[in-house]
C-alpha cells in the first residue's frame, strides 16, 4: 500500500458515512410522504491484490469501504398482495355500491313501495265491489290505479337513471386507466435511464408503484418486473403498458339501458376494435358487471335484471287485471274494456297506463246483469292472492334484491378488510421509523467522526514522517 493510500481510505470512510446520514435525513423528511418506501445505503468493503514483494500472495485488508448504491425497502410480494386484494375489493365495492342504489329505489318496506300501492289498488276494487257505481270509491280506485302506474314508471326512470351514471363513471375510471398507464411509460423510460447510468431511481419507482396499484384497483392488472428495471402491466393477458410505450382502452357499446341487450357495454383495446380486453377484478369490471344486459336465466347485469323485473310485473298487472276487466260490464253497458293500457313504444313500466277516466269506464258487473252486480269487481279484487299474483311477483323481486344487495355488501366488506390488512402489512415493512432512522443516524455520525480522527491520525503521522525526520546525510 501507497504510504499516502490510508488518506483514500479515511476519505472513503468519511464520504460513506456522510451520505448514510443523507439517506437517514431524507428518510426523516418524507416520513409523512404517502407511498414513499424507506432507503438504505449497501456498502461493501474495499480490497484488494496483495503488492509489494515476490511472491506474495492473497489479498491486502485496509483499502476502506465502497457505498454500492441506495437500495430501496419495499417488497415485491407485499406490493403484489395490494394490487391483488385492490383489484378484488374495486370490483366487489362496485358491485355493492350499484346493488344498494337499486335496492334503495323499490322504498321497501314503506307507504311509498309498491307493495303498499298495490295493497290500496287491491282494496280499492274492494270498495268498488262493495258499492258499485258510486262516485266516490270509484275516483279512490282511479287514484290509486294511477298510484301504481306511477310508481312504476318512477322506479323504472331511478333504474335507467343509474344506467346512465354507472357508464358515464366506467368511462371516466377508462380515461384514468389510460392516463395511469402513460405515465407509468414515461417513468419507466426515466427509470432506465437512471438504471443504465448507475443513479438511483427510488424516488420514480415509489411514484409508479402508486399507479401500478391504481391500474389494479380499476382494472385488476398484473404487474412484472424487468430486468432493466422497467414493468410490464398486463391486462387480461395483453401488455397495456411495456417499456416505455402505452395503449389505450376504451368503452364501447350501448348509451341507454334498453340498448344493452342489443350492444352490451365492453372494454376494447382502442388499437383494435372489436377486441375486447379481459377484465379479471377491479372496479371497471364491477362496473361493466352491473352494465350487462338482463338474461333468461337472471343472471344479466343487476340493473338490467331490476329493470326486467319491472316491465314483467307491469305486463303482469296490466294482463291480469284486463282479462277479467274486459269480460265485466260498465255502468253505462259497455263491454269489451280495458282497464290498463301499454304503450308500445316505452318500456311497459313506464308505458303503463289507466284507460278510464270516470265511474263509467269501469267494468263492474258480469255481462247482462244489474246496474248493482260487483261480481267483475270483486274478481279483480281477489287478483292479490295466489304465487302467481302481482304482489307475490313483487315480494320475490324485493326479497331476491336485498338478499343479493345483503350478500354483495358482506363480500366487499371482507375484501376491503383483506386489502387494508395488505397495506397495512405493506406500509409496515415499507414505511419510515423514526426511532430507527434515529439509531442509523446517530451510527453514522460516530462512523464519520471516527474516520475523521483517522484522518486526522494519518495526517499527524505523514507530518512527522515528512517534516520531522530530519534531512538527508545529516
Do not use: C
Request: net charge negative.
Amino acid at each position: 500500500m501507497s504510504t499516502f493510500g490510508p488518506l483514500g481510505t479515511a476519505y472513503r470512510g468519511l464520504s460513506a458515512a456522510q451520505q448514510a446520514m443523507d439517506v437517514a435525513g431524507h428518510n426523516v423528511a418524507n416520513v409523512g410522504t404517502d407511498g414513499y418506501t424507506r432507503q438504505r445505503i449497501e456498502q461493501s468493503s474495499i480490497s484488494a491484490p496483495a503488492q509489494g514483494w515476490a511472491g506474495a500472495t492473497g489479498v491486502q485488508a485496509g483499502q476502506g469501504v465502497s457505498v454500492d448504491r441506495t437500495a430501496r425497502l419495499g417488497s415485491a410480494l407485499m406490493d403484489a398482495s395490494v394490487r391483488l386484494t385492490a383489484s378484488s375489493a374495486g370490483y366487489l365495492a362496485q358491485r355493492s355500491s350499484a346493488l344498494g342504489r337499486v335496492e334503495s329505489t323499490l322504498r321497501e318496506p314503506g307507504t311509498d313501495g309498491l307493495s303498499a300501492r298495490l295493497t290500496a289498488f287491491w282494496s280499492a276494487w274492494h270498495d268498488v265491489a262493495n258499492r258499485p257505481g258510486d262516485p266516490g270509491a270509484s275516483s279512490a280506485l282511479l287514484s290509486a290505479a294511477g298510484q301504481v302506474a306511477t310508481t312504476l314508471s318512477t322506479g323504472r326512470t331511478a333504474l335507467e337513471t343509474q344506467w346512465a351514471d354507472t357508464a358515464t363513471d366506467a368511462r371516466g375510471m377508462v380515461s384514468s386507466l389510460n392516463d395511469a398507464a402513460a405515465q407509468v411509460a414515461a417513468l419507466n423510460k426515466q427509470i432506465r435511464s437512471a438504471v443504465a447510468q448507475g443513479g438511483s431511481p427510488n424516488e420514480l419507482v415509489d411514484a409508479r408503484a402508486r399507479l401500478t396499484e391504481s391500474i389494479s384497483s380499476l382494472a385488476g392488472a398484473a404487474v412484472r418486473d424487468e430486468p432493466d428495471g422497467t414493468v410490464t402491466v398486463y391486462l387480461g393477458g395483453n401488455a397495456l403498458v411495456r417499456g416505455d410505450s402505452a395503449r389505450s382502452v376504451a368503452v364501447v357499446g350501448a348509451s341507454a339501458l334498453d340498448g344493452a341487450a342489443a350492444s352490451p357495454p365492453r372494454l376494447e383495446w382502442a388499437d383494435q376494435p372489436g377486441h375486447e380486453v379481459g377484465l379479471e377484478g377491479g372496479t371497471i369490471a364491477g362496473a361493466l358487471s352491473v352494465l350487462a344486459p338482463a338474461q333468461a336465466d337472471g343472471t344479466g347485469g343487476a340493473i338490467a335484471e331490476a329493470a326486467a323485473s319491472y316491465d314483467a310485473l307491469a305486463r303482469s298487472i296490466a294482463s291480469s287485471v284486463n282479462a277479467v276487466h274486459r269480460g265485466g260490464q260498465t255502468p253505462t253497458g259497455a263491454t269489451g274494456l280495458d282497464f290498463f293500457r301499454l304503450d308500445p313504444t316505452q318500456p311497459p313500466a313506464r308505458g303503463l297506463s289507466v284507460v278510464p277516466t270516470s265511474a263509467d269506464g269501469i267494468a263492474t258487473g258480469a255481462v247482462g246483469s244489474g246496474a248493482l252486480d260487483s261480481s267483475t269487481a270483486d274478481a279483480i279484487a281477489q287478483l292479490s292472492r295466489g304465487s302467481a299474483s302481482p304482489d307475490a311477483q313483487w315480494a320475490a323481486f324485493v326479497t331476491a334484491t336485498g338478499s343479493a344487495s345483503r350478500a354483495a355488501t358482506q363480500q366487499a366488506t371482507i375484501a376491503d378488510t383483506a386489502a387494508g390488512n395488505a397495506k397495512q402489512a405493506q406500509v409496515s415493512g415499507a414505511s419510515v421509523s423514526l426511532d430507527e432512522e434515529s439509531v442509523g443516524l446517530m451510527a453514522a455520525q460516530h462512523a464519520y467522526q471516527a474516520a475523521a480522527r483517522v484522518l486526522s491520525a494519518i495526517d499527524e503521522a505523514l507530518d512527522t514522517l515528512i517534516n520531522r525526520t530530519g534531512s538527508v546525510g545529516r
